[in-house]
């Protein structure tokens, strides 16, 4: 009901931050873009992780572009800022800021925000992060022709593990720009990588003309 988007917006105030995360998520349900300013306020100055991946994934569900700048600069680091629970932070040991991160990587994907894409990979070379290889593939997958020339990139790691999720997000792809990178996976020295290139690409298409090269 349109009618209830003051109510849901008094309630990104509410002492309580599981009604504050449920009223974020309730406006992304009901789509209003004039409550996109007060769900950026919860984003930036609220303190709770929960709320900030609530406010997150509305914005994204309203493709409210001015969230876009912010989803780079949350990839790659906690950013000063933002406003975050320093209590939390040291009587729990956990950094709430990995969550959001993984948020806004997801959306920056949904927002196919193609110059997002160094902001992904930096996030993926952080060497005291958390391992997104996984995760920022995923997403690079769905950034076009930028996403790919990156997920080509992995392909020249010495790492196996690396490569093996890389040339697994190129097969699944089925874009053209794609189809030089996964002949290089399937033609990589490590037997894991190229079989988890031949199973991503017979999951997108079981007579894919790329498999011919592998059967020689």
């Not at 849901?8 to 009604?19: I, K, Q, S």
């Not at 789509?31 to 709320?51: F, I």
């Amino acid at each position: 009901d349109p009618s209830t988007a003051d109510c849901l917006v008094r309630a990104l105030l509410d002492e309580d931050e599981d009604v504050r995360t449920d009223a974020a998520a309730a406006l992304g349900l009901l789509a209003d873009p004039d409550t996109a300013d007060r769900l950026m306020d919860n984003l930036l100055g609220d303190p709770c992780h929960e709320v900030k991946m609530a406010a997150i994934e509305a914005l994204v569900a309203l493709r409210h572009q001015p969230l876009v700048p912010w989803l780079r600069r949350l990839a790659r680091s906690r950013d000063e800022d933002v406003v975050w629970d320093e209590d939390a932070f040291y009587q729990d040991g956990w950094d709430d800021w990995l969550d959001v991160q993984l948020a806004a990587i997801d959306g920056l994907a949904a927002f196919g925000a193609e110059e997002a894409v160094p902001d992904i990979e930096a996030a993926i070379g952080d060497e005291f992060g958390q391992d997104l290889t996984e995760y920022g593939f995923r997403a690079l997958g769905r950034l076009g022709v930028p996403g790919i020339a990156a997920l080509g990139r992995y392909l020249e790691t010495p790492n196996e593990r690396t490569r093996r999720r890389a040339a697994a997000i190129l097969a699944g792809i089925g874009d053209e720009a794609a189809a030089p990178a996964v002949a290089r996976a399937l033609a990589d020295p490590s037997a894991d990588v190229r079989l988890a290139t031949v199973q991503a690409v017979i999951k997108r298409d079981p007579r894919s003309a790329a498999l011919r090269p592998l059967f020689e």
